[in-house]
């Protein structure tokens, strides 16, 4: 896909997700948008993974560690064929296996059950060992919330990962800077995230994670990176695309309203028509 | 029996040794450690198998979610720690990594109850059984010796899903040495007949039963033992009808007499048969320093302590 048809798919992507969330009445938009074009990258570009066959043996592996995202991993999901786009609607409803977070035993394309902040990573880790120890070539991947940097678990799995140079495994932090309580660095800083992942023998790299150049790149260059895993730090910002919802706090974990959706909507509506135009 | 005749054999060194025998029989079985192998026995399947054995270092919640992304991979991971560790530290990992998705990690936990001795209270993990049992679809075994332990260490490998096994650091009397030994996960064995009283026991308090009931066979007081070495799932069926027959329950156990056997079993009898129940075990108190055997007798835990409170719950 090229960087017009990544960012029209992201914006689909994010209209789903506000679907979703309004549908549930409850859930976690903030996150889910301001990690959208990385999602999109990763189910789009970056893995080896088929719709057809989601326990595909040798496909790439996705952990969503911050697993209140939800919304933006099964929107992507469904757009890129696991399940039918009509489904999102049944978000958190009694019945549905689409659950306020990941389950794998009910998700075609959820390769991890989470929700608990920190033990993603860990079971990415450990998937990534298998590959090693099995000599397969496959990749896994994990997006992490900055807040969840907070969880003493990252960094015991960053340390392990460092240690064993799992060059297979590449590390995603989410740096929208906003956690429940408030902007992440007044809360309990995890800053410097770049130092950190440094220290523990991973290759950093920084991007802007809204610019497909950049997400693309920066992909490119954890495939080259021998003899140690790597991690993105991806600056976005929370609640991407929907005017009242960047940057806020407030729309980390909450549903729009009847109102507020339609603007929501209208918002990336608008985002869709600008992206026609660009297009023609 | 004379007591130094009987071989002795701690359970942890029964899970190390099991261990080795399944690395040679199935390729897919790999072995986790947080700095402590050589305290719990996995040392000879490191020994004999290093591409397989994964020291995470002291991170025992990172350990066990390294097992879950291990065994989404097809591998069969066995985590090993201390019980305190295991299920204590790592509960909410063992909860939502391993248990809530249902997957086939085995962890293989030492040095739980009081017998880890002199290390005192902080290492004396009295409350693994009540953690573990209420994690939907874990099973929990705690095996009363060492043939039993192999067994157990074979069943779970053999088992799709989550377990939990529990191991005491101090040598334990063998007490399933017969050439008709079965061994299969849910099911209790009737290690003495009787008819008076029924006494239900796990882990090393299965070889205390069996010495208590012979005090009171002196007495002419039939005991039936029943060896439970899976606490979950329970075999009810084993408890109620031997309940049916004797009238009374006592239940014996190196565990809190909150959450473990005792609990378990009262969970059975009071929905189909309710009968009269003592709890034997660690009667909601810490333990401390000592050694394994000044603490059994301390806590009376051994034949004589289960024997005493048998009189006082007869009276």
């Given at each position: 896909?090229?960087?017009?048809?990544l960012?029209k798919?992201a914006?689909?992507?994010?209209?789903?997700?506000?679907t979703?969330?309004h549908s549930?009445?409850a859930?976690h938009?903030g996150?889910?948008?301001?990690?959208a074009?990385?999602?999109?990258?990763?189910y789009?570009?970056?893995?080896?993974?088929?719709?057809?066959?989601?326990?595909?043996?040798?496909?790439?592996?996705?952990?969503?560690s911050?697993g209140h995202?939800?919304p933006g991993?099964y929107?992507v999901l469904?757009?890129?064929g696991?399940?039918?786009v009509e489904?999102?609607v049944?978000?958190?409803?009694?019945?549905?296996?689409?659950?306020g977070h990941?389950?794998?035993q009910h998700?075609?394309?959820?390769?991890?059950s989470?929700?608990?902040?920190?033990?993603?990573?860990?079971?990415?880790?450990?998937?990534?060992l298998?590959?090693?120890?099995?000599?397969?070539?496959?990749?896994?991947?994990?997006?992490?919330?900055?807040?969840?940097l907070?969880?003493g678990?990252?960094w015991e799995?960053?340390m392990?990962a460092?240690h064993?140079?799992l060059?297979?495994?590449v590390?995603?932090?989410?740096?929208?800077?906003?956690?429940?309580d408030?902007?992440v660095a007044?809360?309990c800083?995890p800053?410097?995230?770049d130092e950190k992942?440094?220290?523990?023998?991973?290759?950093?790299?920084?991007?802007?994670?809204?610019?497909?150049?950049?997400?693309?790149?920066?992909f490119e260059?954890a495939r080259?990176?021998k003899?140690?895993p790597?991690a993105?730090i991806?600056h976005?910002?929370?609640?991407?695309?929907?005017s009242?919802m960047?940057?806020?706090?407030?729309?980390?974990?909450?549903?729009p309203n009847?109102?507020?959706?339609e603007?929501a909507?209208a918002?990336l509506?608008?985002?869709?028509?600008?992206?026609?135009?660009?297009?023609? | 029996?004379?007591?130094?005749?009987?071989k002795k054999i701690?359970?942890r060194?029964?899970y190390?040794?099991a261990?080795l025998?399944?690395g040679?029989?199935?390729p897919?079985v790999?072995?986790?450690?947080?700095?402590?192998?050589?305290a719990?026995?996995?040392g000879?399947f490191?020994?004999?198998?290093?591409?397989r054995?994964i020291?995470?270092?002291i991170?025992?919640?990172?350990?066990?979610?390294v097992?879950a992304?291990?065994?989404?991979?097809?591998?069969?991971?066995f985590?090993s720690?201390?019980a305190?560790?295991?299920a204590?530290?790592?509960?909410?990992?063992?909860r939502?990594?391993v248990g809530?998705?249902?997957?086939?990690?085995?962890?293989?936990?030492t040095?739980?109850?009081i017998?880890?001795?002199?290390?005192g209270?902080?290492h004396?993990?009295?409350?693994?059984?009540?953690?573990m049992?209420?994690?939907?679809?874990?099973v929990?075994?705690?095996p009363a010796?060492?043939?039993?332990?192999?067994?157990?260490?074979k069943?779970?490998?053999?088992?799709?899903?989550?377990?939990y096994?529990r191991f005491?650091?101090?040598?334990?009397p063998?007490?399933?040495?017969?050439?008709d030994?079965?061994?299969e996960?849910?099911?209790?064995t009737?290690v003495?007949?009787?008819?008076?009283?029924?006494?239900?026991?796990t882990?090393?308090?299965?070889?205390?039963?069996?010495?208590a009931?012979?005090?009171?066979?002196?007495?002419g007081?039939?005991?039936e033992?029943?060896?439970?070495?899976?606490?979950?799932?329970l075999?009810?069926?084993?408890?109620i009808?031997?309940?049916r027959k004797?009238?009374k329950?006592?239940?014996?156990?190196?565990?809190?007499?909150?959450?473990g056997?005792?609990?378990?079993?009262?969970?059975?009898?009071?929905k189909?048969?309710?009968?009269?129940?003592?709890?034997?075990?660690?009667?909601d108190?810490?333990?401390e320093?000592g050694?394994?055997?000044?603490l059994?007798e301390k806590?009376?835990?051994?034949?004589?302590g289960?024997?005493?409170q048998?009189k006082?719950?007869?009276?």
């Amino acid at each position: 896909m090229n960087n017009l048809e990544l960012k029209k798919t992201a914006n689909e992507v994010r209209k789903s997700i506000i679907t979703a969330v309004h549908s549930a009445k409850a859930g976690h938009p903030g996150g889910s948008l301001s990690a959208a074009d990385i999602y999109t990258y990763l189910y789009f570009e970056e893995m080896n993974i088929n719709p057809e066959n989601p326990k595909m043996e040798d496909r790439d592996r996705f952990v969503l560690s911050k697993g209140h995202t939800a919304p933006g991993l099964y929107s992507v999901l469904a757009h890129r064929g696991f399940f039918p786009v009509e489904d999102l609607v049944t978000l958190r409803k009694l019945g549905s296996y689409l659950q306020g977070h990941p389950c794998m035993q009910h998700v075609p394309g959820v390769d991890m059950s989470s929700g608990s902040l920190g033990q993603g990573i860990s079971a990415a880790v450990g998937m990534a060992l298998a590959g090693k120890m099995d000599k397969k070539d496959y990749r896994v991947y994990t997006l992490l919330g900055d807040g969840e940097l907070e969880e003493g678990q990252v960094w015991e799995a960053s340390m392990f990962a460092g240690h064993r140079k799992l060059d297979n495994l590449v590390v995603i932090v989410d740096n929208n800077g906003l956690q429940i309580d408030g902007p992440v660095a007044e809360v309990c800083s995890p800053y410097p995230i770049d130092e950190k992942f440094k220290a523990f023998n991973f290759h950093v790299i920084n991007i802007d994670a809204h610019d497909f150049d950049a997400i693309r790149a920066a992909f490119e260059q954890a495939r080259k990176t021998k003899g140690m895993p790597t991690a993105i730090i991806a600056h976005s910002l929370k609640g991407k695309g929907v005017s009242f919802m960047e940057g806020s706090v407030d729309w980390h974990g909450k549903a729009p309203n009847d109102e507020q959706f339609e603007t929501a909507m209208a918002d990336l509506e608008k985002i869709g028509e600008e992206l026609l135009k660009e297009e023609a | 029996m004379a007591e130094n005749t009987v071989k002795k054999i701690a359970t942890r060194e029964s899970y190390g040794n099991a261990l080795l025998e399944l690395g040679a029989e199935n390729p897919n079985v790999v072995v986790l450690d947080a700095d402590l192998a050589a305290a719990t026995k996995t040392g000879v399947f490191k020994k004999a198998y290093p591409d397989r054995h994964i020291d995470c270092g002291i991170a025992e919640s990172n350990m066990v979610g390294v097992a879950a992304g291990l065994a989404t991979a097809g591998k069969i991971p066995f985590v090993s720690s201390f019980a305190m560790f295991a299920a204590g530290r790592a509960f909410e990992q063992v909860r939502n990594s391993v248990g809530y998705p249902h997957l086939n990690v085995k962890i293989g936990a030492t040095h739980a109850g009081i017998t880890v001795g002199e290390d005192g209270a902080s290492h004396q993990c009295n409350e693994d059984i009540a953690l573990m049992r209420t994690i939907p679809g874990m099973v929990v075994m705690c095996p009363a010796d060492d043939i039993e332990a192999k067994a157990a260490v074979k069943a779970a490998a053999a088992y799709e899903g989550p377990v939990y096994m529990r191991f005491g650091r101090a040598a334990c009397p063998v007490i399933n040495d017969r050439p008709d030994y079965q061994f299969e996960i849910g099911k209790g064995t009737i290690v003495k007949e009787g008819k008076d009283l029924t006494i239900a026991a796990t882990g090393i308090c299965v070889g205390s039963a069996l010495e208590a009931a012979a005090l009171l066979e002196e007495e002419g007081i039939s005991a039936e033992v029943i060896n439970i070495c899976t606490i979950k799932p329970l075999d009810e069926q084993i408890i109620i009808a031997s309940a049916r027959k004797t009238g009374k329950v006592v239940t014996a156990e190196e565990h809190s007499v909150i959450g473990g056997l005792g609990s378990a079993v009262c969970d059975a009898l009071c929905k189909s048969y309710p009968v009269p129940v003592m709890k034997i075990g660690m009667q909601d108190v810490f333990g401390e320093s000592g050694s394994a055997a000044a603490l059994v007798e301390k806590y009376k835990l051994d034949g004589k302590g289960i024997y005493e409170q048998i009189k006082d719950f007869l009276k």
